[in-house]
């Protein structure tokens, strides 16, 4: 059982900045990954980043730097540290984990229950 809770969204002006949080808890496989997504109004899903428990971090390229992913592996935590926010940053933002299970390989997707980040202009 794995639970995700996320904080940290809020109302801002464009240029501003917020921190998003995301505790784990549960049973956490020390082979994760742990992300960000978000889905705006009529849009799918779409990736934010990825960090690994390593540390190597993966972005897209719609966030243009302006975002920093990291993780406190003691805590079972992530963080998005977005800056110069935008309008069309506007979305639902969710925290995502993925275990993978090494004696066979497969991975599972576990998911928090949003936190609404909205950009004014």
């Known amino acids: 059982q794995v639970q995700l809770v996320e904080s940290g969204g809020g109302l801002v002006q464009a240029g501003g900045s917020l921190r998003l949080s995301c505790a784990a808890s549960g049973t956490i496989y020390s082979s994760n990954t742990m992300g960000w997504y978000r889905q705006a109004p009529g849009k799918e899903r779409e990736l934010v980043a990825t960090i690994s428990r390593a540390g190597p971090t993966n972005y897209a390229d719609s966030v243009g730097g302006r975002f920093t992913i990291s993780r406190d592996n003691a805590k079972n935590t992530a963080f998005l540290q977005m800056n110069s926010l935008k309008p069309e940053d506007t979305a639902v933002y969710f925290c995502?984990?993925?275990?993978?299970?090494?004696?066979?390989?497969?991975?599972?997707?576990?998911w928090g229950q949003g936190t609404q980040v909205t950009v004014s202009s």
């Open positions: 995502n984990l993925r275990t993978r299970r090494l004696f066979n390989g497969r991975e599972y997707d576990y």
